[in-house]
């Protein structure tokens, strides 16, 4: 049988489900995690286009973006969030 199709298939969905990831991880504070499950998907898909063509691969590349940038972000304001909050607490 040939497992072709249903590999395609599947990196297509999972380039999907990157970019909608990548753009969950643009939301505020909570968006982190989801950033980081869209690099982690990304990675799992570049995997399997060193095998067969991806015709959704401009989802993934957005995704990744997207999710690369909330990443960034949101560490940053996290960690000040976290800092601000701790340095109140000290100084109370």
Known sequence: MNDIPATKIRMMKSSV???IFG???LLPVMGLPF?????WVSGRVRAKEKLLWN????YRIC??????LGAV???????????HAFNN???S
């Open 23 to 25: 753009l969950l991880g």
């Open 73 to 83: 972000i949101w560490s940053v304001v996290d960690t000040l969030l976290i800092y």
């Open 55 to 58: 015709a959704a691969k401009p």
């Open 89 to 91: 607490y000290a100084a």
């Open 35 to 39: 950033a980081l499950a869209a690099l």
């Open 17 to 19: 489900r990157c970019l």
């Open 63 to 68: 995704g990744v973006v997207c999710a690369a």
